[in-house]
């Protein structure tokens, strides 16, 4: 059993940056496909970036993301980041934390099989 809790959300300005972090429990947090997704109000949950190595030298991410955002593990400290750059209006949305062994399907909400509560990030025009 993975519980996964996210922070780190919050009211930004256009450009602004913010860098989000997802705290996991449990004793096997390296071994596990890191995700982040988002869901704007009306919108279905989209997939945001992941990280699929036990070192964090293998991410994907969304082409809306791309350039922008970074995902990275500390798995030391069981902790996924999401730094967010020029974040746009476009960004605002909440923000889950996802956990999963499939790295194949990492780009689909169906392969994770824990989620955080999510954290809210709003970007002002």
């Known amino acids: 059993q993975v519980q996964l809790l996210e922070s780190g959300g919050g009211l930004v300005q256009a450009g602004g940056s913010l860098r989000l972090s997802c705290a996991a429990s449990g004793p096997t947090f390296s071994s596990y496909v890191m995700g982040w997704f988002r869901q704007a109000p009306g919108k279905e949950r989209e997939f945001v970036a992941a990280?699929?190595?036990?070192?964090?030298?293998?991410?994907r991410y969304a082409d809306s993301v791309k350039g922008r955002f970074t995902i990275s593990r500390v798995n030391a400290k069981k902790t996924v980041y999401l730094q967010m750059n020029s974040l746009e209006p476009e960004d605002t949305a909440v923000y889950y934390c996802a956990a999963g062994r499939d790295y194949r399907s990492s780009y689909y909400a169906g392969a994770y099989d824990y989620w955080g509560q999510g954290t809210q990030v709003t970007v002002s025009s």
């Open positions: 990280i699929i190595s036990w070192s964090g030298d293998s991410t």
